[in-house]
C-alpha cells in the first residue's frame, strides 16, 4: 500500500525541524502526570497552535517513550460513515514515513468491530492527525500510529473506554492522542454571542474554560452536549473518546499544559474574532 501524501502542508510550511526545535525552546516539561497515557492538542496551522501541540508530544515523549501512538483525529469533512481507522502502510510527513502500527490496528478492529470501520479513504482531505505527525517523527522517529477519524456520536466516550481498554491489554507502550481545536469565534464563523472587544473576549475564553474543566476533570460524557450547546469544540468526538480511553487507562486526571488562542498569538485591533486552542496530559 503506498504511503498517504500530505494535503495540508499549508499548516505547517517550511522546516518543520527548525520550528519544533523553536517550539520547546526552553521548555521544561511538568512533573505530573508522571506516566502519561494519553494527551489533547490542537489542530490549527502551526503558526497559531504548533507550540501547544509540541509541548504536548513533548510531554508524551518524555513521560511514556511510546512506541506507539493511537491518533483519534477531529473530522472537517463529509469522507467519514463512521469512526474511521486507516490500518496498513504509512503516511509521509516532511521529516520522513510515519509507519502505521498494522499489528494494533488490527487489533482494535478485532475488538471493536462494532464501533470502528476500516476505511483509509475517510482520511483523504483531512489535517487535524496530518499536522500532528512531524512532532512524532521528530520526538519519537520509530514509534509508529494508528490514525482513527472521530466524527462526534452521541457513543463517543463509549468508543474511546473501549479503546482504552483495549490498549492496556496489548501490551505495548501506547499513548492515545485526540485533536480538537476548542471556540472558533467571529463573523467568519458565525458565532459572536458576545459581541467585539475586551469583555467578548473574555466570555470566549470562559467558554473555552467550561471545555477544559470537562475533560481535565474526565467528564467525558459531557462533552459533546457542552459543545452543542456552547460551539467550544470542533471535534467533541475525538475529545469525548480520548478523555474516556485516558481514563480506562488508568488517568485520575488531566494536567493543562498550555492555553491559548489565535488573538493571544497574532493580535489585531480591537478582538473580533478567534480560536481557542488547549494542549492536555492525562
Given at each position: 500500500m503506498s504511503a498517504r501524501k500530505p494535503c495540508a502542508r499549508q499548516f505547517y510550511p517550511g522546516d518543520c525541524r527548525s520550528q519544533i526545535e523553536e517550539f520547546l525552546k526552553g521548555y521544561e516539561i511538568p512533573e505530573e502526570p508522571v506516566r502519561a497515557v494519553a494527551g489533547i492538542v490542537p489542530h490549527a496551522g502551526w503558526i497559531f497552535s504548533g507550540a501547544v501541540a509540541a509541548k504536548v508530544f513533548k510531554c508524551l515523549s518524555t513521560a511514556s517513550a511510546p512506541d506507539t501512538f493511537v491518533m483519534l483525529g477531529a473530522v472537517h469533512t463529509w469522507r467519514p460513515r463512521g469512526n474511521s481507522l486507516y490500518a496498513r502502510g504509512s503516511w509521509e510527513t516532511p521529516l520522513g514515513e510515519v509507519k502505521i502500527d498494522e499489528e494494533v490496528a488490527a487489533q482494535l478492529l478485532h475488538l471493536l468491530s462494532e464501533d470502528i470501520i476500516e476505511d483509509p479513504l475517510a482520511h483523504e482531505g483531512e489535517h487535524s492527525i496530518e499536522?500532528?505527525?512531524?512532532?512524532?517523527?521528530?520526538?519519537?522517529?520509530?514509534?509508529?500510529?494508528?490514525?482513527?477519524?472521530?466524527?462526534?456520536?452521541?457513543?463517543?466516550?463509549?468508543?474511546?473506554?473501549?479503546?482504552?481498554?483495549?490498549l492496556s491489554v496489548i501490551g505495548k507502550r501506547i499513548v492515545i492522542v485526540g485533536t480538537t481545536d476548542l471556540t472558533h469565534y467571529g463573523d467568519a464563523y458565525g458565532f459572536t454571542p458576545y459581541g467585539y472587544g475586551n469583555e467578548a473576549k473574555k466570555l470566549m475564553v470562559e467558554n473555552d474554560r467550561r471545555m477544559i474543566e470537562l475533560a481535565l476533570s474526565l467528564k467525558s460524557r459531557d462533552i459533546l452536549k457542552e459543545a452543542e450547546r456552547n460551539r467550544n469544540a470542533c471535534g467533541p468526538g475525538a475529545l469525548a473518546a480520548t478523555v474516556s480511553a485516558a481514563r480506562a487507562m488508568g488517568a485520575k486526571k488531566g494536567h493543562l499544559v498550555e492555553y491559548t488562542t489565535s488573538y493571544d498569538v497574532m493580535p489585531e485591533g480591537e478582538f473580533q474574532m478567534a480560536v481557542g486552542y488547549a494542549g492536555i496530559v492525562f
Open positions: 499536522v500532528q505527525l512531524p512532532f512524532i517523527k521528530y520526538l519519537r522517529p520509530d514509534a509508529k500510529i494508528v490514525p482513527v477519524a472521530m466524527p462526534p456520536h452521541e457513543n463517543s466516550h463509549m468508543t474511546g473506554k473501549k479503546i482504552g481498554e483495549a
